[in-house]
T-cell receptor, first 111, second 112 residues
Framework: DSGVTQTPKHLITATGQRVTLRCSPRSGDLSVYWYQQSLDQGLQFLIHYYNGEERAKGNILERFSAQQFPDLHSELNLSSLELGDSALYFC??????????FGPGTRLTVL | TQLLEQSPQFLSIQEGENLTVYCNSSSVFSSLQWYRQEPGEGPVLLVTVVTGGEVKKLKRLTFQFGDARKDSSLHITAAQPGDTGLYLCAGARNANFNKFYFGSGTKLNVKP
């Protein structure tokens, strides 16, 4: 158990809908990273928050947004969902070192 | 185009064989990490290498960071079925750790 929690574990929704994925980092970790993984591929970096502030963005679509709250949990919002958004979404937390601890992921299926 | 290229993409070997997985880039990284991921779970960190030429051993796994800090390799000796999984390399371009780049992964299957 990495200490990082993600909810929900599975999410099935329809095209055009909006969903929110939640991540709680390990106790004491100020950094939260979000990644997308499609079909046994590598992870695509989406966005990084540190202590409530956005620190870096990857190839995140404009339909996607994220935020980190004062209690350090983070939410990834995906809107106007398309079939191609079906993937595993992982968050990872860190104390801003090269060691990241990954959550169990949320599997999103868009029908 | 991925910043980190992993090869091979797939590897299916018999128990007891040795194997090497490569992670290459044209860019310099301040550190490289290797992760193993099992189906339905998040990646788990195996090792971090930070110094050019560094070699780290973790039981039957040997990790090497290239002298120029652009590439890395993972060598497994006498593979076991428990080594089966997706191996991912990842790297940070600088020491502010704002962004990590991942390779596309090597899917290893070790047959008993």
């Amino acid at each position: 158990d990495s200490g990082v929690t993600q909810t929900p574990k599975h999410l099935i929704t329809a095209t055009g809908q909006r969903v929110t994925l939640r991540c709680s980092p390990r106790s004491g970790d100020l950094s939260v990273y979000w990644y997308q993984q499609s079909l046994d591929q590598g992870l695509q970096f989406l966005i990084h928050y540190y202590n409530g502030e956005e620190r870096a963005k990857g190839n995140i679509l404009e339909r996607f947004s994220a935020q980190q709250f004062p209690d350090l949990h983070s939410e990834l919002n995906l809107s106007s969902l398309e079939l191609g958004d079906s993937a595993l979404y992982f968050c990872a937390s860190s104390v801003l070192t090269d060691t990241q601890y990954f959550g169990p992921g949320t599997r999103l299926t868009v029908l | 185009t991925q910043l980190l290229e992993q090869s091979p993409q797939f590897l299916s070997i018999q128990e007891g064989e040795n194997l090497t997985v490569y992670c290459n880039s044209s860019s310099v990284f301040s550190s490289l990490q290797w992760y193993r991921q099992e189906p339905g779970e998040g990646p788990v960190l195996l090792v971090t290498v930070v110094t050019g030429g560094e070699v780290k051993k973790l039981k039957r796994l040997t990790f090497q960071f290239g002298d120029a800090r652009k590439d890395s390799s993972l060598h497994i000796t006498a593979a076991q079925p428990g080594d089966t999984g997706l191996y991912l390399c990842a790297g940070a371009r600088n020491a502010n750790f704002n962004k990590f780049y991942f390779g596309s992964g090597t899917k290893l299957n070790v047959k008993p």
